[in-house]
């Protein structure tokens, strides 16, 4: 169109990126809220429903979804998935899910869902039902970090 201020930008090359993202875990998909209730709520019942707080899950679950669909998509579009590695565990339950309990034994609990995660494979999510998919062929989490610090280590003996 030939107005645009920063129409001579180079484009950045994604083989040159990596990106690393660690979730912090979320509530296994138990279809806890659906429109058909939700649309009888009043402004109390989206704040409040049953001891959770359903605006909050909303807006906290749709930001790290959307961040997590528009980098996994850039990367697989311009064919480098590799590249971007995103660690999340989506079937937490009881006192793991939760964000404020920090007993030492929940802790020891996290710590070990984590340990797990690293045996898991790879998955990324499915831009067409929003679950967690293993993909095929990238071997498991712990691999692929294993691979980026690889990567890492070299590129950094390369600038020194």
């Given at each position: 169109?030939?107005?645009?201020k920063?129409e001579?930008?180079?484009?950045?090359?994604?083989?040159?990126?990596?990106?690393?993202?660690?979730?912090?875990?979320i509530g296994?998909?138990?279809?806890?809220?659906?429109?058909?209730?939700?649309?009888?709520?009043g402004l109390?019942g989206?704040?409040?429903?049953n001891?959770?707080?359903?605006?909050i899950?909303?807006?906290?679950d749709?930001s790290?979804?959307?961040?997590?669909?528009?980098?996994?998509t850039?990367?697989?579009t311009?064919?480098?998935?590799k590249?971007?590695?995103?660690?999340?565990?989506?079937?937490?339950?009881?006192?793991?899910?939760?964000m404020?309990?920090a007993?030492?034994?929940?802790?020891e609990?996290?710590?070990q869902?984590?340990?797990?995660?690293?045996?898991k494979?790879?998955s990324?999510?499915?831009?067409?039902?929003?679950?967690y998919?293993?993909?095929?062929?990238?071997?498991?989490?712990?691999?692929?970090?294993?691979?980026?610090?690889?990567?890492l280590?070299?590129?950094?003996?390369l600038?020194?």
């Amino acid at each position: 169109m030939g107005s645009l201020k920063d129409e001579e930008m180079e484009t950045m090359d994604s083989k040159k990126m990596l990106v690393l993202s660690l979730g912090t875990g979320i509530g296994k998909h138990q279809g806890k809220y659906n429109a058909a209730s939700a649309s009888k709520w009043g402004l109390l019942g989206w704040v409040y429903n049953n001891g959770d707080s359903p605006i909050i899950d909303v807006y906290s679950d749709a930001s790290a979804d959307m961040v997590d669909i528009h980098v996994s998509t850039m990367f697989q579009t311009l064919h480098n998935g590799k590249n971007y590695l995103r660690i999340q565990d989506d079937n937490l339950i009881g006192d793991a899910a939760s964000m404020d309990i920090a007993t030492t034994e929940n802790m020891e609990t996290l710590v070990q869902i984590g340990n797990n995660l690293l045996k898991k494979p790879v998955s990324r999510v499915n831009l067409e039902t929003g679950q967690y998919e293993p993909v095929h062929g990238e071997g498991t989490n712990e691999e692929a970090l294993i691979r980026f610090a690889y990567l890492l280590s070299h590129e950094k003996k390369l600038r020194s």
